[in-house]
């Protein structure tokens, strides 16, 4: 058989076929051009943003937001390191402590004042009351001692200023 003859005998249903398969690529091309349609407007609305402004636009500035936070953030991170490493250095642990040195005096008028950083460095101030009058002495603490000779009050001051913090140490 050839081609030529099996043409002409299903001519009529080769026919028909491509009708049905044009037809149902019509449909096709149809459905795909509608939901294209809806795509688009749904886009277009999209891109059209908040308040009629550009999606773009309106991502950007996002961005530039996040971008200056970013910034914000890391001036305040160094700000924050810079503070607490001036912080160790400052006054954090006082003890004072009153006391008579001399029996036949009055009331607890003398005292000593621990005033230490993180460290433990810093100044006792020894304030001593008699009746012909006072004086202040101040002596340098080094990691929780001095080179000069304290009295027992003094030592009796820098202990309550460690003390006193480290209960506030272990609850951080």
Known sequence: MDLYVISKE???LITAISAILSILAFIIVIVYSIKTR??????KRLMRGMDNKNLEALLMHH?????????????????????AEELRSCVQRVGVIRYNPFEQMGSDLS??????????????LTGLFTRSGSSIYAKPIQNGTSNYPLSQ????????????????????
């Open 38 to 43: 809806k795509i688009m407007k749904k886009y």
């Open 111 to 124: 005292f000593s004042v621990a005033l230490l950083d993180k460290n433990n460095n810093g100044v006792v």
């Open 10 to 12: 299903y001519s009529y």
């Open 63 to 83: 961005l530039d937001c996040v971008k200056n936070n970013t910034v914000k953030i890391q001036n305040l991170e160094d700000k924050y390191q810079f503070l």
């Open 153 to 172: 009050e003094e030592m009796e001051a820098i202990n309550r200023a460690i003390n006193q913090n480290i209960s506030s140490d272990k609850a951080e």
